[in-house]
């Protein structure tokens, strides 16, 4: 889901976790404000999907997660947010997808592309969820949050992430591809059990101020155009580009809010990787300290 007026995960959807596994997610528009959660087994999904893109085949995206509340249901009805690997012990998401909900209510897994499909991927529990401090203290452009794995995820490459303080990587009209789960009809509601993906323009920081006034170009980057878009449920999910002559790729955003999906002029709003300024205050907590040496930032 995203965040502002429909990509966001609600966690007023996480808690309505008395729905039985299998049964159909009802859309909820998030707004901007998060209630806090209840005792859920099945968190909700976020209001962003994948518009314009095409399904891929398995194990095109190794490094991605799906994130699940726990529960004995089919794991595609259990979706609620993406993803990405971070370091083999760390997932990292948006902040809106789990805020106020606790480790115990999730868990994650890794390298799967069919949902459903429970003999694909890494399956892992979560031990602790790390928020950045000043999301926490509700300025919600700092939209990132870390998943701490009880055992760590072998044998994928983790993503890579831009050099703190550059900007190269998120030069207006360059391309880059954006994956997830999410809804991919913006009239009748369809959340795909295969992941899928597209391709997504990067947007100009003053044309994005002047679709979300609220926008902050210090933590935030956009990207899209009309008919190519995230949606609802792919909030959290990465967005990212490969350098050529470089292995893996490199992870230059994380799903975050937008005004409706693949709308003209309202493109996706995501959390800047690059962002000198996430980075460097996440030292405002301690839990935010214990990230960055584990990522030796």
């Known amino acids: 889901m995203r965040l502002s007026t429909a990509r966001r995960t609600s966690t007023r959807q996480i808690a309505s976790a008395a729905i039985a596994a299998g049964a159909v997610l009802g859309l909820v528009a998030a707004s901007t404000g998060t209630a806090g959660a209840a005792t859920p087994t099945r968190p909700g999904r976020p209001d962003s999907p994948i518009i314009g893109g095409t399904e891929k085949p398995v194990g095109s995206y190794p490094f991605m997660a799906a994130l699940l509340s726990k529960g004995r249901g089919n794991p595609h009805d259990r979706q609620f ?69 009880d055992k760590p995820v072998t044998g994928i490459a983790p993503v890579n992430l831009p050099t703190v303080g550059t900007d190269a990587l998120i030069r207006p009209g360059a391309k ?10 913006t009239e009748v509601p ?4 295969r992941l899928r993906a597209v391709d997504v323009p990067i947007v100009s920081h003053i044309e994005c101020k002047a679709s979300y006034p609220g926008y902050d ?27 050529q002559g470089r292995r893996g790729v490199y992870q230059t955003g994380i799903v975050s809010y937008g005004d409706g999906c693949a709308a003209q002029g309202a493109p996706g709003v995501y959390t800047y990787t690059g962002s000198a300024k996430l980075w460097d205050t996440l030292d405002e907590s301690a839990k935010g300290r214990m990230v960055k040496q584990l990522l030796g930032r």
């Open 190 to 193: 369809n959340y795909p059990d």
């Open 217 to 243: 170009k210090k933590v935030n980057v956009c990207a899209g155009v009309e008919g190519k878009d995230s949606c609802q449920g792919d909030s959290g999910g990465p967005m990212f580009r490969k350098l």
């Open 176 to 185: 880059a591809t954006v994956i997830g789960w999410g809804n991919t009809d």
């Open 81 to 149: 947010c993406g993803g990405s690997l971070l370091d083999p012990s760390i997932v990292m998401t948006a902040a809106h997808c789990v805020v106020d909900v606790r480790p115990k209510q999730l868990e994650t897994v890794v390298g799967r592309t069919v949902l459903s499909k429970k003999n694909q991927g890494h399956l892992r529990n979560v031990t602790d969820i790390v928020v950045h401090p000043r999301y926490a203290r509700g300025q919600e452009a700092y939209d990132i949050a870390f998943l701490m794995l």
